[in-house]
């Protein structure tokens, strides 16, 4: 079988390029190692900056998001034993959606499957020939028949552990990696909200984070050993020390509720450079990987994609490869803007263990610098909100 452009990975990524060309007229298969239900009920974090919101709602799939999505106009900066606003919209004018990523996910795939979309789930096998001539293809297996797609181009939109990346030869790639000496420990629970906005709380305990997902449903997280077993954290446990990190003198206080999953996840910087090899382009995880403290994943795949489709748009309207030489160039940049502030916002707000004394106290007078100065609030809230 033959398509323009041949994509690998139903996340945002993948779904929205997909749905974004169909719009220009342009045909695509996406390939989805996992089926249907499980990628629409992979729960995960989302946050979406103003650009983000933007593009969807443009894409026409930000119905949903506008009717569910918790918007935001600031944010809590805790430390210190005192809580702080950063006010977003007053320093910025722009403003945040929480709307986690399997919802965006969702509605992407109600969308390509309207559109009469061709999208594979359950496949396997998947492997890139022929990348770096005019005619590259992707071989799969599908309902137990080995298939093969020809194509104008080849997107690895597949993730950190996708079969895309391994294929831009060692020697013109280079990874930049960075691990970081702990995790989180992430809870959903069902109780009312605890706070109106999301609360960044820095301790010497460690970091914690209240976050919400529904009227009925909230996410927390708090730092940990990335080598902890979640067993050995037992529901008061929990509880006992994200009020130790939240609570303060205010009177404020944490709601609880049962406590229906828990999951430690990996913290790391990675970036892959160059993101393009032949006729082979990355987009999101599969390119780049940010700790989730600046609330930068999902959205960095939507400026992948963004200037993808543009790019791809462009050279079947006739307009030459311009754009597609300069993609990785184009997306990097967004990308290590994205990296400097995830691993500012982590720096600032995590407890490192091999810390000395002079660097907690220095640590403590950044907070305070940040809260105190209107430029460094600005700085932080431009970050946050987003530019593209």
């Known amino acids: 079988m033959r398509t323009q452009v041949a994509i690998i990975g139903a996340g945002p990524a993948g779904l929205l390029l997909s749905h974004l060309l169909h719009m220009q007229g342009i045909e695509s298969i996406v390939l989805e190692m996992r089926s249907r239900a499980d990628i629409e009920a992979t729960i995960r974090a989302g946050v979406l900056e103003q650009g983000s919101m933007d593009i969807l709602n443009e894409a026409g799939v930000g119905e949903r998001m506008r009717r569910e999505g918790a918007l935001h106009h600031g944010f809590e900066l805790a430390f210190g034993g005192q809580r702080h606003r950063i006010d977003l ?15 965006v996910i969702i509605d992407l795939v109600a969308a390509r499957m309207a559109a009469g979309g061709d999208l594979r789930f359950e496949v396997s096998e998947v492997a890139l020939h022929d ?52 995790g989180w420990f992430g809870i959903l629970v069902e109780s009312a909200p605890s706070s109106d906005e999301l609360i960044y709380a820095q301790h010497e305990r460690g970091f914690a984070l209240v976050s919400t997902r529904s009227s009925t449903v909230q996410r927390l997280y708090f730092q940990c050993d990335p080598h902890d077993k979640v067993e050995a954290w037992s529901d008061d446990r929990i509880w006992s020390e994200l009020h130790a990190r939240l609570e303060h003198h205010d009177g404020w206080k944490l709601k609880e509720g049962r406590i229906f999953q828990k999951g430690i996840i990996g913290m790391r910087s990675f970036v892959c450079a160059p ?78 263990d091999d810390a000395t004394p002079f660097e907690r106290q220095i640590q403590r007078a950044e907070l305070d610098n940040v809260v105190a100065s209107r430029a460094m609030r600005t700085a932080l809230a431009e970050n946050y909100v987003g530019a593209f």
């Open 89 to 103: 919209m007053e320093l910025t004018g722009k403003a945040i959606t929480v709307y986690p990523q399997h919802e």
């Open 131 to 182: 990348i770096d001539s005019a005619q590259p293809s992707v071989s799969f297996v599908h309902s137990g028949q080995a298939e093969r797609i020809e194509a104008d181009f080849v997107i690895g939109a597949d993730g950190f552990h996708g079969v895309s990346r391994p294929m831009i030869p060692a020697e013109v790639r280079q990874d930049f990696q960075r691990i970081y000496p702990f």
């Open 275 to 352: 993101m393009r090899h032949g006729r082979l382009f990355l987009a999101g995880d599969a390119a780049h990987i940010v700790p989730p403290t600046g609330a930068k994943g999902m959205n960095l795949a939507i400026s992948d994609v963004r200037v993808l489709s543009k790019a791809l748009t462009a050279f079947y309207q006739g307009e030459g490869e311009e754009g597609l030489n300069g993609y990785s160039e184009a997306a990097l940049k967004r990308i290590w803007r994205a990296e400097y502030f995830s691993w500012w916002m982590t720096r600032m707000l995590h407890t490192f």
